[in-house]
């Protein structure tokens, strides 16, 4: 791949533009428990709320230059529609270029934005995702490439109400799955995604949030049923709100 010292410079201004607040991560262990009571429920202790660390990736085409202003473009476009600024985001990866003609480029820049977001919304629709190789994802945040929505699992709430608790994005083995949890029970943490309740509430319209297992690898996914659509099940995470 060419770089031209007009692109170094570039890259230098998107990093600039986009400088940093790390990305907080816990150490992997063993695999979350699986019992019959809440998994990942909060501990009775007040814990610290943990950030919210979106990873986006930015694609751009056209003459080599181009393209990677192109793909800048598209990361501040996302970054401003989740309610980061950009010195919440820092360039982690890119510009990486493919040539597609000879004067057609397309380039591809990653960076993470992390801290607290600005949102307006009160709510953000907790998805879930399917990837090429039946792996699933739930998040109210970006689609990574090669995946899709399967569908909506219901609302998180943007901030705390009461009655409510966090909700995590946690990886065990490269396997995604939701944890009330700050420390993700041991494993990796990705991302607060929004708050919801540890117990049914009786005022306000929700469903269960299940922890769910499919296949010989136990693959984590979250649903609505009680009988995780036929699959094992790791117990219920709490309530979420329908709206």
Request: hydrophobic letters at 40%; one cysteine or more; glycine letters at 12%.
């Amino acid at each position: 791949m060419r770089r031209t010292s007009r692109l170094r410079t570039a890259l230098l201004a998107l990093t600039a533009a986009l400088a940093a607040a790390a990305t907080a991560a816990a150490p992997a262990g063993a695999v979350p428990a699986t019992g019959s009571a809440a998994p990942g429920a909060a501990p009775a202790a007040a814990a610290a709320v943990g950030p919210v660390n979106v990873h986006l990736t930015g694609i751009g085409g056209g003459p080599q230059n181009i393209a990677a202003a192109a793909a800048y473009d598209s990361l501040s476009r996302q970054a401003a529609e989740f309610g980061f600024s950009g010195s919440q985001c820092r360039v982690t990866n890119g510009p990486v270029y493919q040539q597609v003609t000879a004067v057609y480029w397309q380039a591809m820049i990653k960076a993470t934005c992390s801290g607290e977001p600005a949102v307006s919304a009160p709510t953000r629709s907790l998805n879930r995702l399917i990837g090429p190789n039946g792996e699933h994802i739930s998040t109210v945040w970006n689609v990574p490439p090669g995946y899709t929505v399967e569908g909506s699992l219901g609302q998180l709430y943007t901030s705390p109400r009461e009655g409510t608790v966090p909700l995590y994005h946690c990886v065990v083995r490269k396997d995604n799955f939701l944890s009330g949890d700050v420390n993700c029970e041991g494993q990796t943490y990705v991302s607060r995604l929004g708050w919801f309740h540890p117990g049914q509430p009786a005022d306000v319209g929700t469903l269960p949030l299940m922890r769910c297992m499919v296949g010989k690898h136990r693959e984590f996914f979250e649903s609505n049923t009680t009988n995780c659509e036929g699959q094992a099940s790791g117990g219920q995470l709490g309530w979420i709100f329908t709206g």
